[in-house]
C-alpha cells in the first residue's frame, strides 16, 4: 500500500507559477503509473497529467505546453510544474498512484487564482 500526500498549493495571480509536490510513502512509487488531477467547483475530476514508469507522459490538452509533470524515484515524489495559470486552473489538485488494479489517491492540495 501506498500513502500519498500533496504539497505546494495556494494562492496564485493569472500567469504565475506554482509546483506542487506528491510524496509516496509505504511503497516505491517508482512502480505505480503517477497522476495528477484536478476537480473544480461544481465539476467532475479530470485527469492533468500521468507519468508511467517507464517516464513517458499524457497531458490533457487543457495544459499542454503549460504543467509539466515529472518523478523523482530517489526522493519517491513527483511533481507537477504548472506555468502560465489561468483562472480556469483553479481546483483541488489530487495526486495518483495507479498499479493493475490497485489504486491510491492523495487528500488533494487547492489552487486558486482570481477570476
Known amino acids: 500500500q501506498v500513502q500519498l500526500v500533496e504539497s505546494g498549493g495556494g494562492l496564485v495571480q493569472p500567469g504565475g507559477s506554482l509546483r506542487l509536490s506528491c510524496a509516496a510513502s509505504?511503497?516505491?512509487?517508482?512502480?505505480?503509473?503517477m497522476g495528477w488531477y484536478r476537480q473544480a467547483p461544481g465539476k467532475q475530476r479530470e485527469l492533468v497529467a500521468v507519468?508511467?514508469?517507464?517516464?513517458?507522459?499524457n497531458y490533457a490538452d487543457s495544459v499542454k505546453g503549460r504543467f509539466t509533470i515529472s518523478r523523482d524515484n530517489d526522493k519517491n515524489t513527483v511533481y507537477l510544474q504548472k506555468n502560465s495559470l489561468e483562472p480556469e486552473d483553479t481546483a483541488v489538485y489530487y495526486c495518483?498512484?495507479?498499479?493493475?488494479?490497485?489504486?491510491?489517491w492523495g487528500q488533494g492540495t487547492q489552487v486558486t487564482l482570481p477570476p
Open positions: 509505504g511503497s516505491s512509487a517508482s512502480i505505480y503509473t
Open positions: 507519468i508511467f514508469t517507464t517516464g513517458s507522459t
Open positions: 495518483n498512484a495507479r498499479m493493475l488494479s490497485l489504486c491510491y
